[in-house]
């Protein structure tokens, strides 16, 4: 079992939809990314977080450490946010990321 | 934000020859820097890290004589891939790390084609 899981895998969705994205991961941590990569290959920050929730434009991002729980939320989707959502945790005793394995996500006009 | 980049974008070389890949912090000094390599449809691989002024540590069974890094400045790291094979043909991502902080700034990454 990988330490770091996300659902779906794939995603299909007619612009305007509400999406979400889940990742729940198996050890300690220290902060959890989402990251964005365009089919161009180039990776995005989206958010770093340790507790609560953060909002940037139309995306979400709530943690639930008690539950070791993730969700990656966009409102109002755009066929611009089509790419593949990373769900990456800092572990507590490194700083590398432990990498879930993507959600690939397509929005369609 | 910070930002990283990275040169070139895309290179291809000859089996047998080297290639040497540059990432730079531009507004920030990063103090760890991390490679990270890529198939297709697949998640990042972390290769190694690298500290500023010291060795690179590097991944499980990612070789350190074929993946050179050296970390010389607070702005500057290189990957190397020496006497690159086809089987290396893959996306080289390496991101920034500032002091004492979780988050990593990612460069564009590098396509890499062995013929």
């Known amino acids: 079992k990988n330490e770091v899981e996300q659902s779906p895998q794939n995603l299909t969705a007619q612009e305007g939809e509400f999406i979400t994205i889940n990742c729940s991961y198996s050890v300690g941590i220290s902060a959890l990314h989402w990251l964005q990569q365009h089919p161009g290959g180039g990776i995005v920050s989206l958010f770093m977080?340790?507790?609560g929730k953060k909002k940037h434009g139309r995306l979400i991002a709530t943690i639930n450490i008690q539950e070791k729980h993730s969700s990656l939320h966009i409102t109002a989707s755009h066929p611009r946010d089509s790419a593949v959502y990373i769900c990456?945790?800092?572990?507590?005793?490194?700083?590398?990321?432990?990498f879930g394995t993507g959600t690939r996500l397509q929005v369609f006009p | 934000g910070a930002v990283v980049s990275q040169h070139p974008s895309w290179v291809i070389c000859k089996s047998g020859t080297s290639v040497k890949i540059e990432c730079r912090s531009l507004d920030f000094q990063a103090t760890t820097m991390f490679w990270y390599r890529q198939f297709p449809k697949q998640s990042l691989m972390l290769m190694a890290t690298?500290?500023?002024?010291?060795?690179?540590?590097?991944e499980q069974g990612v070789e350190k004589d074929k993946f050179l890094i050296n970390h010389a400045s607070l702005t500057l790291s290189t990957l190397t891939v020496t006497s690159a094979h086809p089987e290396d043909s893959s996306f080289y991502i390496c991101s920034g790390q500032r002091p004492s902080s979780y988050e990593q700034y990612f460069g564009p990454g590098t396509r890499l084609t062995v013929t």
């Open positions: 977080l340790s507790s």
């Open positions: 990456a945790v800092s572990s507590y005793n490194t700083d590398k990321l432990i």
């Open positions: 690298s500290n500023e002024g010291s060795k690179a540590t590097y």
